[in-house]
């Protein structure tokens, strides 16, 4: 493990999370309408040493809003589990920690500094709270004053109301020109924030362009907190290159798991030096396919389970001959009985 870390100064589940292997961390992150119960059962099931559930908005958890009490659910099984939410009232956001711990205990709260979407940005949520004070466009991080004294107050309010270990999840910067990540590893190790993930990407190339992974390694070169990098880790290979170029403590699969949840296992074999293994077998697929439709339904009712579980398909469906037409058919189709019968059909037909 990284000598630079200071790992007895930190959290007893930071330092089980890490301490337990001796390669960087496979992380599922969190991603809206995606990282529900049963796709991190699965994402668990492959090798996914961490799983985050989506972001819940701190206003409707202390509101005691049901859909956000709902996404506190989980089952024993997805532990070690992270918890993230966002906001930037810090009064809102210490009360919704608070929460969180009570319901959950979950292994680690995680604060949203990442996410770029404008309704939920420009109102100083998600990656909002890395706008720097007082920002003009085109002005440099060296004209500006920082850090955003709403970020600090935010993320001390949380670690000052929560006996379970705070970690972010966060972007380079707000744009090109206000890229302070390096800078920001210092603070928030101040702060009393135990593990930073990072997507190399500012917030306003939201997904577009190309994840620079280069600021991801000046800051684990200036961190003494453990690092989780993130953004285009969308192989085995990519993700075993870019731990060698900037010597991570751990990487953060996102848009890739979607499509392929097995990433997890072909990412820890290449870690550790182990053969690659082949595609699961379709029938397999099918099956656990089928299993998380069938969890969703109790969550968000049968219509929208069978709807929202449609994202999913083509990983578990496949490119296989006839697949095409089989992911069509499976598309018309808004309830389980009529999916089941379709795939099992399928899977039939193959053997």
Request: charged fraction near 25%; proline fraction near 6%; hydrophobic fraction near 40%.
């Amino acid at each position: 493990m990284d000598k630079k870390i200071h790992w007895q100064s930190l959290h007893p589940n930071i330092q089980r999370l890490f301490q337990k292997q001796e390669r960087p961390i496979v992380v599922l992150a969190p991603m809206e309408d995606v990282t529900i119960v049963p796709f991190r059962k699965i994402c668990k099931r492959y090798g996914a040493d961490l799983v985050y559930t989506e972001f819940i908005p701190a206003a409707g958890l202390v509101r005691e809003v049901a859909a956000c009490i709902k996404k506190l659910e989980y089952q024993d099984e997805e532990r070690p589990l992270s918890v993230q939410i966002y906001g930037s009232n810090p009064m809102e956001m210490a009360r919704a920690a608070r929460m969180v711990e009570k319901i959950v205990q979950p292994d680690f709260i995680d604060i949203n500094l990442g996410c770029p979407v404008k309704k939920i940005a420009n109102r100083g949520d998600g990656a909002g709270l890395l706008k720097p004070d007082g920002y003009v466009e085109n002005r440099l991080c060296s004209e500006l004053n920082l850090p955003p004294k709403n970020l600090k107050n935010v993320l001390c309010a949380v670690v000052d109301a929560v006996s379970t270990p705070v970690t972010v999840k966060m972007r380079l910067g707000w744009d090109h020109k206000t890229i302070y990540v390096v800078e920001s590893m210092q603070w928030f190790k101040e702060w009393g924030i135990q593990m930073i993930a990072i997507h190399a990407r500012t917030k306003q190339q939201a997904y577009t362009g190309k994840a620079d992974w280069s600021y991801i390694k000046q800051a684990k070169q200036a961190s003494s907190l453990p690092i989780i990098g993130n953004g285009d880790l969308t192989s085995a290979e990519i993700v075993l290159q870019r731990i060698q170029e900037t010597q991570v403590d751990g990487v953060m699969i996102g848009r890739a798991a979607i499509t392929a949840p097995w990433i997890f296992r072909d990412v820890i074999n290449v870690l550790e030096n182990k053969p690659p293994l082949p595609l699961p077998d379709l029938s397999f697929r099918v099956e656990q396919y089928l299993e998380m439709i069938s969890e969703a339904i109790p969550v968000k009712g049968e219509y929208k389970a069978v709807i929202e579980m449609r994202k999913y398909l083509h990983a578990f469906v496949g490119n296989e001959y006839g697949a095409a037409r089989v992911r069509k058919e499976v598309m018309q189709y808004d309830r389980y009985s009529d999916v089941k019968k379709c795939l099992e059909n399928y899977v039939l037909a193959k053997r």
